[in-house]
């Protein structure tokens, strides 16, 4: 039975930037986080987490605000490399952050994709997301959706 973790990073590792870099070529992504962004997502506010299977790095994903709407977030760049497909970790990453998420006060978390990333999609109907209006100008996204959270005194 393989050991799988998944942990909140507190720096950007060599590790997380080629799991990040991964992503942006498995699904073309134009327009890539700078080295501004990627800082903002180790604030209080947010987070990256990365999953390893038996200590090699599978997968990762990331949390940050989104100021437009009050006391939301947006899940960004989950991705698991093929090896750790199959195995729930898509799951536990995003099990991860909506927990953190929570945690800081955040009462929905919303998040882009596109059509063709069909798993994707399943994943977080599956999870709970559901579809709603654009809140960004994401070029390459066609799909938006959003997860009501639970409040901490549910």
């Known amino acids: ?24 070529e498995a699904v073309n992504v134009v327009v890539r986080d700078s080295g ?23 997968g990762c994903v990331c949390l940050r605000p989104l100021p437009a709407i009050e006391n939301a977030s947006e899940c960004k760049r989950l991705y698991v490399r093929p090896a750790g497909r199959g195995m729930g970790i898509a799951n536990r990453l995003m099990d991860a952050l909506e ?9 929905a978390v919303y998040l882009d994709t596109y059509d063709d990333l069909k798993p994707a999609i399943a994943l977080y109907a599956g999870r709970g997301y559901k579809p709603c209006e654009r809140y960004n100008n994401n070029p390459q996204a066609t799909v938006f959706m959003r997860k009501q959270l639970l409040a901490l005194s549910d």
């Open 99 to 107: 927990s953190y998420a929570g945690t800081v006060g955040y009462q």
């Open 1 to 24: 039975m393989p050991h799988i973790e998944v942990v909140r990073a507190e720096v950007w590792s060599d590790d997380l930037l080629e799991l990040l870099h991964e992503y942006y």
């Open 36 to 58: 501004e962004a990627l800082a903002k997502y180790l604030m209080p506010d947010s987070g990256v987490w990365m999953a390893s299977v038996d200590g090699q790095p599978v």
